[in-house]
């Protein structure tokens, strides 16, 4: 997307939150709920479990063996091999904030979780990508390196600190990451709008969060949306998606616009488009439980979201 209401946790749909906002489960990626267990994240010192090392050292070999590592090839078709390794994944919500539900402070440096063996919506993108940009490094495939790839993703110019430093709204993660040179926004190319409507969302639903419960928090959060205010997202609207298919890659990344009050998204995947060349949704989603490749087109599946705008448009960059 590791998640729960925040760029995770506003990736949001079930529950509680779902029916006070009319969410479709088909996009959602989380909810505000008390953090999960801690299964994904490590206490200091603790060994990063077999079956992740595993993962990583054999997808990276997939890549670099099937050719999809070379700088001729774009990162994102590499990544998205990457994610059709992860297909049948589970998918695991809110592992991102189960150090606060273990009483850990919201005000102080972030543990970084790392998973290859469970995702939500923005750890698969997060992770895939890294996947693939691990694999230019014609060295061995570390977890460590792995983890450097997923933190300057992850966290706002690529610098971990406290909650507040997280990208918690996905257009925000676009727009840094363009900043650093890590993807490229094509929306506006694509004929994209813009959505000006101020992102309000989390601390307009601080009950849904339990790191704003902290109040220098809440005010650090609370500044950063205000940040966002002269930032609008572009996005392509949902009736005009099909006649931009053709223009939209394997790979780029997508985050399905919402007209719900303060929010952007409500989930993010990967463009994908197989064998028979239809542009289809590589994805981690709340139902089902796993990761896919949907069988409808990426235009049936935006419209099929309920209160659904359209799409955000980024394309990685090897960076």
């Known amino acids: 997307m590791n998640d729960m209401i925040s760029r995770r946790e506003l990736l949001a749909s079930a529950a509680s939150i779902a029916a006070a906002l009319a969410l479709p489960a088909v996009a959602g990626c989380g909810r505000p709920a008390p953090a999960g267990d801690n299964r994904a994240g490590l206490p200091p010192g603790a060994a990063v479990p077999n079956d992740d090392v595993a993962r990583l050292t054999q997808w990276t070999a997939t890549l670099r063996n099937e050719g999809l590592s070379a700088k001729t090839v774009a990162v994102g078709k590499s990544a998205t ?23 850990g402070d919201p005000s102080a440096r972030e543990p970084l979780v790392l998973s290859l063996t469970r995702f939500d919506c923005v750890t698969l993108v997060e992770s895939s990508l890294a996947v693939a ?66 992102l309000r969302f989390m601390t307009e639903h601080r009950g849904s969060y339990p790191a704003l419960r902290d109040e220098t928090v809440l005010a650090e959060i609370g500044r950063m949306e ?36 303060g929010l952007d998204v409500t989930h993010s995947a990967f463009a994908y488009r197989g064998a028979d060349g239809v542009l289809k949704v590589l994805h981690a989603p709340l139902s089902g439980g796993t990761v896919e490749i949907t069988r409808t087109t990426l235009t049936e599946y935006v419209g099929a979201i309920r209160r659904a705008t359209g799409i955000l448009v980024a394309r990685p960059l090897r960076g």
């Open 81 to 103: 091999r990457a994610g059709e390794l992860a297909v049948g994944t589970p998918y695991e919500p809110f592992t991102l904030e189960a150090y606060l539900k273990a009483g």
């Open 226 to 261: 205000r940040g966002l205010d002269d930032e609008p997202r572009v996005m392509i609207p949902a009736d005009g998606i099909a006649a931009v298919a053709d223009r939209i890659a394997t790979g780029d990344v997508l985050g399905f616009a919402t007209a719900i009050s």
């Open 133 to 198: 940009r691990v694999a230019d490094d014609r060295g061995a495939a570390s977890w460590e390196r792995f983890g450097r790839e997923v933190e300057r993703m992850r966290y706002r110019n690529g610098t971990r600190g406290g909650y507040s430093s997280r990208l918690h709204y996905f257009s925000e993660w676009i727009a840094d990451g363009e900043k650093r040179g890590l993807v490229r926004n094509i929306a506006r190319e694509l004929g994209g709008i813009e959505d000006r409507r101020p």
